[in-house]
Every structure is written in C-alpha cells, then in structure tokens.
C-alpha cells in the first residue's frame, strides 16, 4: 500500500508539468489578453505600451521558460486583471468552493440512499418506476433552469431563503440543492442497480433464510456490497465540484473557484488560469487517491501492491 | 458498514458547519436593515452585472470600478449631473500661460486614516499614473508634462502644448488622489488591502465576486454622506439580480437587459430606469482602395438602407437615440443637428448601388460581436437584412465577443465591422480622433486634409467656444463622407426600488449621496 501510494504521488509531477504545458498553449493560442483590458478605442501604441509593460511582448518559448522557471519557485505570475499574485486569489476561492462541494454532497446522499435503496427493494413497483422516472428528471434538468426556478419560487415567492450570496447556511440551501439533485439522481439509479444485483445473489438468499431481519439483509449484507460503484460515481462527482460548479456560481452568485476560471479564461488571464488548474489538478489527484483508499475500507479483498 | 456510512455523513454535515461557520461573519450583507419597518433605512445596496478587479483606481479602467471609486477617492474636478466640470478639491485655479496651471486646495480635507491631504499628494497621484506604462489609465494622462506642488496647497500642472481637455482630465477615472505616505509606506499589495481615500465613503471590505462594502466617512470635507453603509454586490446572472431587487435584497441593479424589461416594469416595488451612455454602436466602413466601400455611393447607399429608427424601436423597444455622430448630446463639442437624428431613403439607396455600378447587387463581409453589447447579434441581423433588401449581399460574420476584439483590434476586418464606441472624457476629442490618418490607418483607411487639420488645431485650442465650433465641423464632414455610420446612442438600463430616488447620469456613474430615500 505504501509502495502504491508512493507511486501514484510520483505521478503526480508529470501529470501537472502536461497540464500546465497544455493550458499555456491553450492560453497562448486564445489570442492577446491586452486587447480585452483596454478599451475599443484605445491606439496601438497604448496596446503595445501595455504589452511591453507586462512582458506580453517576449518569444513564446521565452514566455513559457520563464514561467516554468517561476513555477518551481512557487509564483505562478501576477495576474493582469486583478494586479495581484495570482495563487493567493485562487486559494481564498477554496472555502466557498469547498462549502458549496460539502453541502451539495450531502443534499445528494440524503436524497439518493433512502430512494436507491427503497427503490430497488420495491422493485417494478408504482413508488420504484417513480423514484426512477424522478431520477431521469433529475438529471436532466439543466442546472442554471432549476436553479432560476429555484430562485423564483422559494427566495422570490416564498422568500424562504436569499436569492444569491454567500453567508449564512441559508445561503448555501438553494445553491447546494440546485447542484446536489443531478448527483442524487445518478448515485439513486446506481444504487438501485447495484443493489439489484446484488438482493438475487445467493449469500443474500442464505442470509435470509438463515432468519436474518429484513433491514439487517438490505443494510448489512447487501448495501455494503452496493458501494463501490457508488463511491466511484462519488469520487468523479467530488472531482467536479471542487473544479467548480461554473453556472450554479454564476446563477447563485457564489464566489468559488469555478467563477474566478472562468473569469480568467474570458480575459485570458494566464497566471490565475495556470493557478487555478494547477489547484484543481491537486484536488483531483487527491480526491481519486482517497476513492481507491475507500474502495480498500469497503471491500478488503481489494489489494494495491 | 452502517459506521462507515455513518462517519461519511457525519463528517460532510461537520464541514459544511465548519466552512459555513468560518465564514459566518460575512453576513454583514447589505440590505440587512431593507424593508424593516419603524427603522429608517441606512445602507444602500448596488448590484451590478461584474464585479470590481482591483482597488487600485488607476488601473481600473472600468464603468463598474469607477462605481465605487467614484465615492472612495477624491478628484481635483468632478462632473456634475450634468456633465459641467466642478472643482472638487480645488478651492480656485488659474491658467498662468498656455502650458501651466496652478491649483490651490481646499483646506481641512482629510484622507482616511485622517492625514491631510496636501499638493504632495496631489503630484505624487498623477505623477504614478503619467509615468507607470503597466496601468490602465496611463495612456490618458501622457500629454501632462510635469506637476510641481508649489506649497502644502498650491499644486502647478505643465502640459506639453496648449491641452483644452486638461480639467476634463483631472476629472476623469485614473486622476484619484491616493495618499502619497500611507501609499509609499504600505506598497501597492498592501495599499489594495485597506486601500485609503478622501472621498466621503470609506473601504471596509472586498470579497471578490461577491461585495464590496463602503462606510460614510463622517469626516469628508463635503456635503455629509447620505447613507451609513454601502454595499455594491456582483451578481453576473440578470435574473438573480432582479430577484434580489423583487426582495428588497438589493436598491439598485444595473444592467437590466431587454429580456427582463418588462418583468421589472410589471412588479409593484420596482422600476425600471432608462439613462443615456456616451456608447454609440456604429458601422466602421473601409475606405481603402479597392474595396467595395471606397465607393462614397456605395457608402451613403448603406446608410440610406439601414432604418435606425425602426432597429430602436422594435429591437431596442425605444430605448435608444438614432444619431448621425459619434458624440452624443452632453459631451463637450456635440453636434445637436446630428442628434436624434437618421436618414433612410431605401429608393434612393437601389438608385446610387446602380448608379455605382451595381445595379446587380454586391456582395461584402459584415463582421459584428455577439453578446458583447446588449442585442448586439440582433441588431447585426436586422442591419444585414435591412441592407439586403437594398440589394447588398451580406456575409454576416458575427464572433463572440473575445473572437471579435481580435478581428478589430488586428484590423483584419473586411468592409464593415459593427462597434459600440464610448467616450471615457466627455470630450469630442476623445471620440473624433479615430477620424485622423493615424488613428484610421488599417482599419477605415479614412483621411480628409481639413479634418485632419481641424483636429490638431481643436486639440490645442484653449477658447471652447472655437473648440467646440471645430468639432462640431468635423462631425459634419465625418456624416458626409461616412466613415463610420452611425446606428444609435445606447441606453443604460437600471431596476430600481421604489424606495429610493435615482438618477441616472450620462457617465453612469452613481455618486451614491445622490441617491436618496422617497
């Protein structure tokens, strides 16, 4: 396990050295940031001006060594559009990011394990073709519309809670539901099917008739077992809401992380872009690393070195 | 299996409380006092469609930054409402020769941190912003030479040449005193932090992408500041911000764009407010040889074609003004015979394209943005449509807004390219130097001998009345010749609770002791 963990962080250096190479291009490709910051009327030697001023004029291999070389000193550049150091700004995007991941989990697990489950045992059921038809309405509902709609019944109408910010619990609710019911609608399908499978396996026929209570069954034998490809799904849905959920920030007006990428993109802001990425791609490695850690807890058979 | 299912829940429950409790204290929302009957309403709360990107007022270069800068930081001039320069922090001035200026400021101002405020200041602020290329605002200010301050309340401004528009300058974003000690002492990072002006609202916090929060500075050297606290909140999504307007969350939200129009005209509480912008959205036409557009019959054709009344009406639903310049009534040197204003002949445009030889039609390339202005794409298809109707053929090109840019600012466009253009000075010299040889070279390749001259003698042309006289020329010659065809004037929209009095100004910006209580 050591050995398997070791590994995998060694992994870790390549990875990012091609991500960071790839969004320079990208970045690089995209076309001049100073033509976004000033202006329409400004003349081309204003342009130019500013294109000297913030090195914007140099080769690209010269731009990209030396960001390289800043890179392994830990400075990922200032930023051109807040003038400020570009990894602070995406850090202290962190804990709204992370709230709203948390909050929009846990809506997905209340929602999806009492349904998945309920569902799979109620198999063909009126109640399970209703959890199932919920789902797929579920998951295809567009987040910016639930969200809007959202918005308008229960913070406008109702005025149960605020329209947009971030503060109070109250403020995560709407955002946090608006993300977390397309994950609740895949993890409860996924559960259900997984525990399909598994109620007709023949240990679960013997627990039962060896006289093992209902919930004993369905809890202890058979939902453990159900897991991995809960967890899976979990892991990959972790992965995307620590990268941002994009539009229920800007639906929600939630200052995360998705919001400032995307910000930095539009003005192609490279040094905010690269930070950011290069958080995210951290994140994402960590939280595939603790996926297969959790696999191990739940099924010990599986065996890393 | 239950305990790991059980740790799993109880440990997201445990940091959502964790993370939501850490950043508990950012419930000092604004509007917290909004609605509460008995106690008279103290903060004010702005929305707007971004939010700010530093606090460095020199290197900002934006309507929704001078917003809060505006009411933070103090300027020599200022506008009023209606656009007339007033001294701000300046007592008395006069014009020692051509070139120099001498200033005397108002005693008793204070910044912040309650140092005074002295001509130090004064020169060590337009000192940073002549001199440092990096920032936004630099390329405003290079025509002033030196500054000197000549006592602790005397301040002495040298241009290089004759510079009518100078009080219009130091009226203008970027021309901010910041505090020269406090400044030297902290540096810029840590200046951006708690940054420090003599405007009658202090900073009090930013978090980015969400609100930046302003308290009245009681001790500001002008009128006392009408509100406590407030708060201008970034809200990109319209829907939400007019949500926040529906319950009291927010006074003001700017930006409202046509789709919700009648949604906010519809609710009692709020309303919808139209003001006027410096920004006209044109059609730049290529001049340059070999081009279908060199043609003047060819030019006045497409202007005869296209209906700016009927763009207003029907896809702006009246909230523009067709004009015939590029400098609206209100900035210094308009041409009121070419406001509100448009001409449309559709009969007379088939007779000059067959006059011109193109009695079969023509066919050019018509780039224009998409979602850069509001119903921008919109309009472009309805000019396109319009000028086929005339017999033009028109590959219509419409990019998105950064694809765009590129397009214009590398000059690759073809006949015509459709722009919105504002004026940061209010100074026709701002607007009509896109009609020199210089500043036209690439892109309409347009050049006339008499505004050329026109131009450089306004610029250095200290008698207004002459000055104004001599742009008002050059919009006449620039409607005959038609570089640039003008659509219309576009308009500002803002939501408004029906719990404050707002007016909107031509600079859009919002002083928020303007504002008042109904």
């Given at each position: 396990m050591k050995k398997y963990l070791?590994?995998?962080?060694?992994?870790?250096?390549?990875?990012?050295?091609?991500?960071?190479?790839?969004?320079?291009v990208l970045v690089y490709l995209a076309g001049d940031p100073v033509s976004l910051m000033l202006p329409e009327d400004a003349s081309e030697a204003d342009r130019e001006a500013l294109r000297e001023a913030l090195g914007l004029n140099e080769p690209f291999v010269y731009q990209y060594f030396h960001f390289i070389g800043d890179l392994i000193t830990g400075n990922f550049g200032t930023s051109f559009r807040y003038n400020q150091e570009a990894l602070p700004l995406v850090l202290e995007r962190l804990p709204a990011t992370f709230e709203l991941a948390a909050a929009s989990m846990l809506v997905a697990i209340i929602i999806a394990i009492p349904l998945g489950i309920y569902s799979a045992k109620k198999r063909n059921s009126f109640i399970d073709l209703f959890i199932t038809g919920g789902s797929v309405l579920g998951k295809a509902m567009p987040n910016f519309w639930l969200g809007i709609m959202l918005i308008l019944l229960l913070a406008v109408n109702y005025q149960l809670f605020p329209v947009s910010g971030r503060g109070s619990v109250m403020h995560m609710v709407l955002p946090a539901i608006t993300l977390g019911t397309g994950i609740a609608a895949e993890m409860t399908r996924l559960i259900r099917s997984s525990m399909l499978e598994i109620l007709n396996q023949d240990y679960i026929r013997t627990a039962k008739s060896k006289g093992a209570s209902e919930m004993s069954v369905v809890f202890k034998h058979a939902f453990r077992n159900s897991l991995i490809p809960v967890v899976t799904i979990m892991g990959l849905q972790v992965s995307h809401l620590v990268s941002g959920a994009l539009i229920t920030e800007t639906v929600f007006s939630w200052p995360g992380l998705g919001l400032l990428l995307v910000q930095a993109v539009n003005g192609r802001d490279m040094a905010v872009v690269q930070a950011a990425v290069f958080v995210i791609a951290i994140l994402v490695i960590v939280v595939n690393l603790l996926t297969d850690i959790v696999y191990r807890v739940l099924d010990p058979r599986i065996n890393y070195s | 299996m239950k305990k790991t299912l059980n740790y799993l829940i109880v440990f997201l429950l445990i940091s959502v409380i964790v993370v939501s409790g850490c950043s508990s204290n950012t419930e000092s929302t604004g509007g917290n006092d909004n609605g509460k009957e008995g106690s008279e309403k103290t903060s004010l709360v702005i929305a707007q469609s971004a939010d700010i990107t530093t606090l460095d007022p020199q290197n900002s270069l934006s309507t929704n930054g001078d917003r809060v800068f505006r009411n933070m930081f103090s300027r020599l001039f200022s506008r009023d409402s209606k656009m007339e320069i007033q001294p701000e922090l300046v007592e008395k001035y006069e014009n020692i020769d051509d070139v120099t200026w001498q200033f005397k400021l108002k005693e008793g101002v204070t910044f912040h941190n309650g140092d005074p405020l002295t001509a130090e200041d004064v020169k060590f602020s337009l000192e940073r912003?002549?001199?440092?290329?990096s920032l936004k605002e630099y390329p405003y200010f290079t025509q002033i030479k030196e500054v000197n301050s000549i006592d602790e309340l005397t301040v002495e401004i040298v241009t290089d040449g004759p510079m009518p528009t100078l009080l219009r300058?130091?009226?203008?974003?970027?021309?901010?005193?910041?505090?020269?000690?406090?400044?030297?002492?902290?540096?810029?990072?840590?200046?951006?932090?708690?940054?420090?002006g003599s405007g009658p609202y202090k900073y009090v916090d930013w978090k980015r992408d969400d609100r930046v929060v302003l308290?009245?500075?009681?001790?500001?050297?002008?009128?006392k500041p009408k509100w406590k606290e407030v708060v201008v909140r970034a809200i990109p999504e319209s829907s939400t911000r007019v949500g926040e307007l529906l319950t009291g969350g927010v006074d003001i939200a700017t930006d409202i764009p046509p789709n919700e129009w009648d949604r906010v005209n519809g609710e009692s509480g709020i309303s919808l407010i139209n003001?006027?912008?410096?920004?006209?959205?044109?059609?730049?036409?290529?001049?340059?040889?070999?081009?279908?557009?060199?043609?003047?019959?060819?030019?006045?054709?497409i202007d005869l074609a296209i209906n700016e009344q009927a763009i207003v009406d029907s896809v702006l639903k009246g909230t523009a003004v067709p004009v015939q310049s590029r400098v609206p009534e209100g900035v210094l040197g308009s041409n009121p015979d070419l406001y509100d204003s448009y001409a449309y002949d559709l009969e007379k445009a088939k007779k000059l394209l067959a006059e011109a030889g193109y009695k079969d039609g023509l066919e050019l390339t018509f780039t224009a943005p998409k979602g850069r202005y509001p119903l921008d794409g919109e309009v472009a298809q309805l000019v396109a449509s319009m000028l086929g109707e005339a017999g033009i053929k028109v590959n219509l090109q419409l990019l998105e807004s950064s694809a765009?840019?590129?397009?214009?600012?590398?000059?690759s466009n073809k006949e015509l390219i459709m722009i919105g253009l504002a004026d940061g000075l209010l100074d026709a010299s701002y607007s009509l130097v896109h009609y020199t040889k210089e500043r036209a070279a690439g892109q309409t390749d347009y050049y006339n001998e008499e505004v050329e001259k026109l131009f450089h003698d306004a610029g250095r042309n200290l008698n207004e009345d002459e000055r104004v006289k001599q742009y008002q020329k050059i919009q006449e010659i620039v409607a005959e010749e038609r570089p640039h065809i003008f659509l219309f004037q576009q308009g500002a929209n803002y939501g408004v609770s029906d719990n404050v009095q707002f007016e909107p100004r031509l600079d859009e910006v919002i002083n928020f002791s303007d504002i008042t209580l109904k």
């Open positions: 070791l590994r995998r962080f060694l992994q870790i250096i390549p990875v990012l050295f091609i991500i960071t190479f790839v969004v320079f | 912003v002549m001199n440092d290329e300058l130091l009226a203008k974003s970027g021309a901010d005193v910041i505090p020269k000690k406090y400044f030297e002492e902290m540096g810029l990072e840590e200046f951006q932090k708690n940054p420090i308290e009245a500075y009681n001790d500001y050297f002008g009128d003001g006027d912008t410096t920004r006209v959205m044109l059609l730049m036409l290529r001049h340059t040889e070999g081009t279908v557009t060199a043609d003047p019959k060819v030019r006045e054709a765009f840019l590129d397009v214009y600012n590398s000059k």
